[in-house]
């Protein structure tokens, strides 16, 4: 069956350019959530909804970053004025129930 | 601050179990240990979860100590394939629970 997907794979961005990375969920997942993972390093919590409710934004490192839902399925993950330390692979999960997480492959996202 | 400790990197032999161990000395009563590896250049991918009782599925064991300050992961019978990061992640509900922190989690090398 179809997995989580997320588009582009690979994105290069100049300095200061807007990004927009896209996480297509598996079909009736209700969680989804949006994760940095910076070379060499475990994954970093972002943010989290539950359908098209944004119920925990926590982790989201500036007020650059912006994700939303708004249909409760797909969501996008905005980066405005991209900074070269937001250079990292960003990875979207989604959850039936909230307990199992299947991941998308992430988007690998590199600001020069 | 992190609520497991895993050693940075581990071998094993093809064919051989590989034991991974990780410690969670803080858990408290309702908190769950969730593993999850991650191959290179992939998502992660769910193995196995547990709250006292020892765990089986058809990827792995999950042994929990009596006292649940620590557990063990084990893969009975290590392929090159199972060469991955693991992760050892103690969340709190098992549903609807956006608490999944990952660590910097064992690189585990499986050898021919």
């Known amino acids: 069956g179809a997995g989580v997907s997320q588009s582009p794979r690979y994105k290069v961005a100049k300095r200061g350019q807007d990004v927009a990375l896209r996480c297509d969920p598996i079909?009736?997942?209700?969680?989804l959530f949006w994760y940095q993972q910076a070379l060499g390093q475990g994954p970093e919590f972002l943010t989290y909804?539950?359908?098209?409710?944004?119920?925990?934004k926590s982790g989201l490192p500036s007020d650059r970053f912006f994700a939303e839902r708004p249909e409760g399925s797909v969501s996008t993950l905005k980066i405005q004025r991209t900074q070269q330390e937001d250079s990292a692979v960003y990875l979207c999960?989604?959850?039936?129930?909230?307990?199992?997480?299947?991941f998308g492959p992430g988007t690998r996202l590199t600001v020069t | 601050d992190a609520k497991t400790t895993q050693p940075t990197s581990m071998d094993c032999a093809e064919g051989r179990a590989a034991n991974l161990p990780c410690n969670h000395s803080?858990?408290?009563?309702?908190?769950?240990v969730y593993w999850y590896r991650q191959i290179h250049s992939q998502g992660p991918q769910y193995i196995i979860h547990?709250?006292?009782n020892n765990e089986t599925n058809e990827m792995a064991s999950l042994i929990i100590t009596e006292d649940r300050k620590s557990s063990t992961l084990i893969l009975p019978h290590a392929t090159l394939r199972d060469t991955a990061v693991y992760y050892c992640?103690?969340?709190?509900?098992?549903?609807?629970?956006?608490?999944?922190?990952f660590g910097a989690g064992t690189r585990l090398t499986v050898k021919p």
């Open positions: 999960a989604s959850s039936l129930e909230g307990d199992k997480q299947y």
């Open positions: 079909s009736g997942h209700v969680s």
């Open positions: 909804f539950q359908n098209e409710a944004q119920l925990d």
């Open positions: 803080t858990i408290s009563g309702n908190e769950y």
């Open positions: 547990g709250l006292k």
């Open positions: 992640i103690v969340r709190g509900a098992l549903y609807n629970n956006n608490d999944m922190r």
